[in-house]
Every structure is written in structure tokens, then in C-alpha cells.
């Protein structure tokens, strides 16, 4: 479609949601603070007003573009509306920004500076405001701009709902229900409202200062890396598409201190081998299906809070950051004759939701610390050590082997993938088709005896309600269901480097592709070094001793 931008003609494309988006994709970012291409569009923030001939000044995310449009998006007056609303916004923010968690990356405070605003013109405004620590996200609502982009992601993309508007006017806030701490609520720690948030008004605990404290007391300190962490981290580093970053990471940590970095990925292997077993013996026996993959943490407390009914169907397997800790504690600590006390485990993860799993009763104790992504960066800077100049080194061994299998976790369909891969030859699959239909990812598998069993792979926890829902009323019929809560899987995790949208995780899960194309293993089960762990400690999947350290139970 033809439209003039600023007197110039422009050639957009048709399909564009609206012309917020149609611009952006011909290089001009209309700014904004409430838009998400996401979710449902709320036009509050009126900061991407631009003039349209014969219409007047119109916000950009509601107007639908059209033939021979001619807009405007930079004249004196939007510029003037534009630095009036956030030199409002300003007058009643907490500018705390030095010690802000959002420091550097919060969206107020790069159009502030965009904007050149040096004073605020109206008096400092100060609301009665909630400060909500009792979770591991936090919210401070003297930094909420009120854009509505966590209530949106969290009902609409998440369908939980734990948070929402409350109050009105001046006094208005975002707030979990009954007003009680967010980690009374329903939230699943999923940290979507974080990875949306412009500002800091959401963000997680930041826990760095709790690996310095382990470092000084003397502990063996032991390290583990998600597969998700490696395709996202140079985000953060200046090391965009990096592929040897797991390398630099493993030899930065052992500049640092850490004795031993094992890759969860291995671990990820360990549970496809195990939940593949788990799988066989439900279809076998006909027992609760379809079978949940469970090793998503934000996934399980939604199964358990909103679905109690299907407990039974989540694979009694840990997830690989669990396995691990526990493989290093019960199985490691043994053979390098150390006290499981003695070792300190940390675990670096996409995701928020791994801290409240590491912390859920039935598994503390087996993870001591879990670092995002974000945080991992803040290690890597801190220590002033350039990446760039530490050269790769592999993992440690046996944990460090993996298959592209094992790897390839870290996106959405990895985990099915992994456990169909290793069924491959018990259950003699002929022939595996794959379609794809309204975000619900569905897996053919013609077996032995000629039957069909079906996989489906969703993300997005909304997206899994929709699924469950159906197969409670017979409207589709699955066998096996991965869910990851997070948009394309862990890539997109809570805990992830900001920007943390649609464009970044497509480009993470490119990057983890190719990542997973240079692994020279393809399946689990030509993971010699997790054979091996069969031989001496496992025996065989499902038997005792691997119950003993793989397989977990949920909250009825
Ligand atoms: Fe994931 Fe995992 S794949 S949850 O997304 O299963 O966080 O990356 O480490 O545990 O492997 C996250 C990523 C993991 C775990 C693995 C699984
Ligand atoms: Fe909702 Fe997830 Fe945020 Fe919790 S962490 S409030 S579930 S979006």
C-alpha cells in the first residue's frame, strides 16, 4: 500500500496491524509506553499521536493505515504533546534511576533522554504507593507509568490475571488480588509482566550478591548453564551472535571462581531418556494421558492451581535444573568424597520461575542459587573480564556432554522433540508429520502396531488453557503435551535480557538453532556419558535409584 510519510511516499505492507507498526517496519519507531504487539491494544499513553491529513492529530496504534494516508510523526506540535505528557509522567515518578533495577533500560528514562527534559516543569506528585517484596517479582508502584502492558500480558497472553487495576483517578495502581503480596496470589513467576514492563516498576529479585557470599565461604561452588542462557546473553555483552558463548561463559567462570560448569543440557538429555520410558509405559498401560511435560515451573503451579484435576498427567520427572543439582549433590559430592553441604550449587536460567522452583519444599536444597540471564550479564560486567578476549572452553565432564536433542530444550517443541527422538526405535516409529494450526503445534507418530499417537507442543500458558479446554471437551485428542509458559519457549523467559519481545526471541531461537546444528550428537540416547550414569548408578530408566534422584511429586 501507498501512503506519504512526512511528504515522502511510502510503500508499506498491507497487512499492518495498524500504523504504529506499518512505520516501524520502514524504519520509523513512533514512541510509545503502553503498546504491545502482543497483546490487545489500550491506547492510554497518547505518546504515539501523529497528524493525519483531513483527521487531525490521532494516536498511531489505533489508526488502520490506508491508500494514499498522508501522516505526519515529528511536527513542533507532537513534539510539544509529546514532552508535555512525559514531563507529567515524570512529575509523579520515583526517579530513583541509579539504583533502579531498569537502570539503562527503562523506557521513560530513554525518551526523557530522547526528549532532552533536564527539569519537570509541575511539581513532584507523590501518591500513596504499594511496594510488594513478598515474591520473587517485585513490584514498586512509584515507578508504574500505569501503561497496562503486565495486566494485559498477564490476562491475555497468560490467561492467570493475578494482577490488575485498582482504584481510580490519581490514585489509581496496578495490584494483585485482595490487594495481598503478589506471592499470596496466583501469579506463576512466569516474569511476562517483567519482560513487559517499560520501567521498573516490576522486576525480580536480583540475588547476585548471594554468589559472592558463597564464593567467600569456602564451599566448592559448582555452575550450570540453561540452554536458553547462551543464545541471549550477548544481548547484554555487545556479542550479538556470538556461537562459542557457552565456551567463553564456562572458562569466564572458572576465572572467577568455580570449580566445576557442568551444561544443563546434559541433564535435559537425562529427562528426555527418562520421560520417553515414563511416556511408553502410559501409552502401554493406557494410564492418565495425555502425558504434561513438567520441566517448566510456571507450567506446573498453573496445572496445579487451575487444573488440580490433571496433576496425575504431569511426568513425575524433574526438570534438568532440578536432575542436575541432584546428580551434582547425591552422585558427584560422592565420587569427589565431599560433603553434599559443602558444595554450592548455582544454576544460570532464561527464567524467573526456576528460583521459586529451586525454592518449592519437595526440591530445596538440591539448586543453592538460581541466576537469570540479566544477572549473569550484571557477573560479566561487574568483573570488567571483555568476553570477547576469553577464549571457549567445554564444559566439565561427565555432566558436559549433550545432544542437539538436550539443546535444543531451550526453544518451544524441544522437549517433544527429544522424547519422540528417543522413541524412535522402542516403540519402531514408521513415519512423524508436523502441522502447525493456530499456535498449537501438532506431532503424528505412526508406531509399531500401526497406531497413531499425537504430540502437541504449545507456548504461552493462555495458549495451554485453550488446549487443556479441548481436550477436556473431546475436541482434540493428544497423547503427550509440552507446554513452555513463555513465548517460544525459555528464550523468551522472564529472566532474559530487555528487550525482551517478539523480534529478540525469534532472533534467540535462530541463534539456538544453529547452535543446536553444530552439536555432533543427535539423540539422547547417544549420550554416552548419560549411559554411562546408567550403568553405575541408574540401571534403567523408571527403576529405583532413578526414582530416587530424578522423578518428584506436585501440590494436590
Ligand atoms: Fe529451560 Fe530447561 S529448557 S526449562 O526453558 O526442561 O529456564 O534454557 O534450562 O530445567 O534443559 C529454562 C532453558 C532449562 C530446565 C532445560 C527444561
Ligand atoms: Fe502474571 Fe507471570 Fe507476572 Fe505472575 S509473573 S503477575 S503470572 S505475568
Known sequence: MKIYVNGKETIINDNARNVLEALKEVGIEIPNLCYLSETSIYGACRMCLVEVEGNGTVTSCTLKPYEGMKIKTHTPD??????????????????DCTTCERNGQCKLQKYAEDFGIRNVR???????????????????????????????ACEEIQSVAAID????????????????????????????????????????????KELYKAMKSGKTVIGMIAPAVRSAVQEELGLEGDMVMAGRLVNF???????????????????????????KERIENGYKLPQFTSCCPGWVKFVEQFYPEFIGNLSSVKSPQQALGTLVK???????????????????????????ESERPELAGEVDLVLTTKELAQIVKASGINLKHVQPEPFDRPYGLSSQSGLSFGKTGGVLGSVIKVLEEPLNISEISTEEAEGIRTTKIKVKDGRIVTGIAVFGLGKAREVIEKIKSGKIKADIVEVMACDY??????????????????????????????????SPVENYHMQELYKKYLIKPLSEESHKILHTSFKH
Not at 514532552?83 to 512529575?91: K, P, Q, V
Not at 571462581?257 to 520410558?277: M, R, T
Not at 523468551?492 to 550428537?521: C, F, H, W
Open 78 to 95: 507532537i513534539y510539544e504533546l509529546r514532552r508535555g505528557i512525559l514531563e507529567l509522567l515524570l512529575a509523579s515518578h520515583n526517579r
Open 253 to 279: 567462570l572458572k576465572m572467577i571462581g568455580f570449580s566445576k560448569v557442568f551444561d544443563v543440557s546434559f541433564a535435559a538429555d537425562l529427562v528426555a531418556y527418562e520421560e520417553a520410558h515414563e511416556f
Open 165 to 208: 487495576f485498582a482504584y481510580r483517578g490519581f490514585e489509581a495502581q496496578v495490584v494483585p488480588a485482595f490487594e495481598d503480596g503478589l506471592a499470596n496470589s496466583e501469579c506463576v513467576y512466569c516474569g511476562q509482566c517483567v519482560a513487559y514492563c517499560p520501567t521498573g516498576a516490576l522486576t525480580f529479585r536480583n540475588d547476585t
Open 122 to 152: 509541575f511539581e513532584k506528585l507523590d501518591k500513596s504507593n504499594i511496594f510488594d517484596s513478598s515474591s520473587l517479582i517485585i513490584r514498586d508502584n512509584s515507578k508504574c507509568i500505569l501503561c497496562g502492558d503486565c495486566v494485559r
Open 489 to 522: 519457549g525459555c528464550i523468551g523467559g522472564g529472566g532474559q535480557p530487555y528487550p525482551n519481545n517478539s523480534a529478540k526471541r525469534q532472533e534467540r531461537a535462530r541463534i539456538l538453532r544453529e547452535t543446536v546444528g553444530m552439536d555432533v550428537l543427535v
Open 330 to 356: 547425591k552422585i558427584y559430592a560422592r565420587e569427589l568424597g565431599l560433603d553434599p553441604q559443602d558444595i554450592y550449587v548455582v544454576s544460570f536460567m532464561p527464567c524467573t520461575a526456576k528460583k521459586y
